[in-house]
Nanobody
Framework: QVQVVESGGGSVQAGGSLRLSCATS????????MSWFRQAPGKERECVAA????????YYADSVKGRFTIARDNDKNAVYLQMNSLKPEESAVYYCAVGPRASWGVNYYPRVSEINYWGQGAQVTVSS
């Protein structure tokens, strides 16, 4: 049984930092894209960062470039998201996502429809 579990969410003031962790079990995901999505109330779920299976390529949404860093540890089947200089408008539920199991093309980033497994989500609240 596949499990995807996020941790590290919470509340922080604007300009602060949080680090999200995602632990997976029940499969070997070392050949899968791993990513972080977020969804604020009334908005669509969006990919904020993704990393290829071999850690060679990353994607960041324009809104988070230079502030967020994604990393993964294939030995632990884990992925992390370091978030710095957080803004109130980034308050959302952050989801860890596994998939697809595919190559990484030019300008690639994972779409919601491509995700194989989702975590339950971690609330991040940024106060002004």
């Amino acid at each position: 049984q596949v499990q995807v579990v996020e941790s590290g969410g919470g509340s922080v003031q604007a300009g602060g930092s949080l680090r999200l962790s995602c632990a997976t079990s029940g499969g070997d995901f070392s050949s899968y894209v791993m990513s972080w999505f977020r969804q604020a109330p009334g908005k669509e779920r969006e990919c904020v960062a993704a990393i290829s299976w071999n850690v060679g390529r990353t994607y960041y949404a324009d809104s988070v470039k230079g502030r967020f860093t994604i990393a993964r540890d294939n030995d632990k089947n884990a992925v992390y998201l370091q978030m710095n200089s957080l803004k109130p408008e980034e308050s959302a539920v952050y989801y860890c996502a596994v998939g697809p199991r595919a190559s990484w093309g030019v300008n690639y980033y994972p779409r919601v429809s491509e995700i194989n497994y989702w975590g339950q989500g971690a609330q991040v609240t940024v106060s002004s």
